[in-house]
C-alpha cells in the first residue's frame, strides 16, 4: 500500500480530540470562493495532524471549484478534493487529509500519526455468586397445622439489580399426637426457585416451590406440597466475603396433607399458609 493511502485510512479512522490550544495558521491560510466551513475549522483540523510545535512549510491555499470540488495548493503542489454530498465536518476533514498529503511529499516529519483507539476489550465475568445456609422455623395459620422446623441451603447471584436463587433444604414437624391414634410427625425435603430485585442490602424474590415428603405415624403416607413463596432478606457485611443473613416470608400451598381421626377428627396438617423467619450466613464469590 502507498504511504500516502495507509495515511489516509489511519486518519479517517480516528479523529483525537481537540488539543487545548491550536496553532494558528492565519497568515499563511488563504481560502476562497464559498466554502463549507471557516479557516477556524480548518485550522483546527490542520493542526490535529501536526506533530506539536510543527508549522505549515508556506501559503497554504483553499479553493472552491464549484459545489463538489476543492482545490488545496500547497508550495507548489497540488489536490483535487472532491466532496459529493459529504457533510461539513467531514469535508474539513478530507481536505485536513490532503494537506497532510502535500505535506508528506514536502516535509519528512510534520505529522503525528494516530492509530485507531480500539475499545478495551470486555472479559466475560461471572455474576457474583453466593453460598448460604439458613436454619427456619414456619408455621400453619389453621387449625391443626404444624410448625416447620427448616434447614436450607443454597446458592443465589446477582447481576446489577436482578437477583436468583436455588434452594434445597429439609422440613421437620413434632411428633403430634405421640403413642395416640392419630400420631403423626412428617419430613419433607422442599426445592425453590426464587428471582427478584436488589434494593441495597435488602433483597426481595418470589418463586415456586415443590416439597416431596413422608408421613409416619399411624396413616403413614407420601406425596408432593406445591406452591410458593414470598421472601425479604436483608444481608449484613461481616468479614470479607462473609455475610450475614435475616429472612422472612410466607409460603403458600395448593395441597396438603392432613391426618383425621374417626374421619371428623384432624389431628395433624401440612400448612397451607407459611409464614416463617430464618438466620443464616452466606458466603459471597466474586463480589
Not at 472552491?64 to 467531514?90: K, N, T, Y
Not at 498529503?101 to 514536502?106: H, R, V
Not at 447471584?157 to 436455588?166: D, I, K, Q, S
Not at 421437620?172 to 419430613?187: D, K, L, N
Amino acid at each position: 500500500m502507498h504511504p500516502s493511502a495507509a495515511l489516509v485510512c489511519c486518519l479517517l479512522a480516528a479523529d483525537p480530540p481537540a488539543p487545548d490550544a491550536a496553532p494558528s495558521a492565519t497568515d499563511t491560510l488563504v481560502l476562497t470562493g464559498a466554502l463549507p466551513f471557516s479557516g477556524q475549522d480548518l485550522e483546527q483540523a490542520i493542526a490535529l495532524r501536526l506533530l506539536d510545535g510543527s508549522t505549515l512549510p508556506g501559503k497554504l491555499e483553499v479553493i472552491a471549484q464549484g459545489a463538489d470540488r476543492i482545490e488545496v495548493r500547497l508550495g507548489g503542489r497540488r489536490r483535487i478534493v472532491e466532496i459529493g454530498s459529504s457533510r461539513e465536518d467531514m469535508v474539513t476533514r478530507l481536505v485536513a487529509i490532503s494537506v497532510a498529503d502535500l505535506l508528506m511529499e514536502t516535509t519528512p516529519a510534520p505529522l503525528r500519526l494516530v492509530s485507531p483507539a480500539l475499545p478495551p476489550a470486555r472479559e466475560a465475568t461471572l455474576p457474583p455468586l453466593r453460598l448460604a445456609v439458613m436454619p427456619g422455623l414456619a408455621h400453619g395459620l389453621a387449625r391443626g397445622e404444624t410448625a416447620l422446623y427448616s434447614l436450607a441451603a443454597g446458592v443465589g447471584a446477582r447481576r446489577g439489580r436482578v437477583v436468583v436463587g436455588l434452594d434445597a433444604g429439609y422440613w421437620h414437624t413434632p411428633t403430634v399426637r405421640a403413642g395416640q391414634p392419630g400420631e403423626s410427625t412428617m419430613a419433607a425435603w422442599p426445592v425453590r426457585v426464587s428471582a427478584g430485585a436488589a434494593l441495597g442490602r435488602f433483597e426481595l424474590s418470589l418463586g415456586p416451590v415443590v416439597a416431596p415428603y413422608n408421613v409416619t405415624g399411624t396413616m403413614p403416607r407420601s406425596g408432593v406440597l406445591v406452591g410458593g413463596g414470598l421472601a425479604a432478606l436483608l444481608a449484613l457485611p461481616l468479614l470479607r466475603g462473609l455475610r450475614g443473613l435475616a429472612a422472612g416470608g410466607c409460603d403458600v400451598f395448593v395441597n396438603r396433607t392432613a391426618t383425621t381421626v374417626g374421619g371428623k377428627d384432624l389431628t395433624f396438617a401440612s400448612p397451607r399458609v407459611a409464614p416463617w423467619v430464618g438466620l443464616g450466613l452466606a458466603w459471597e464469590i466474586g463480589a
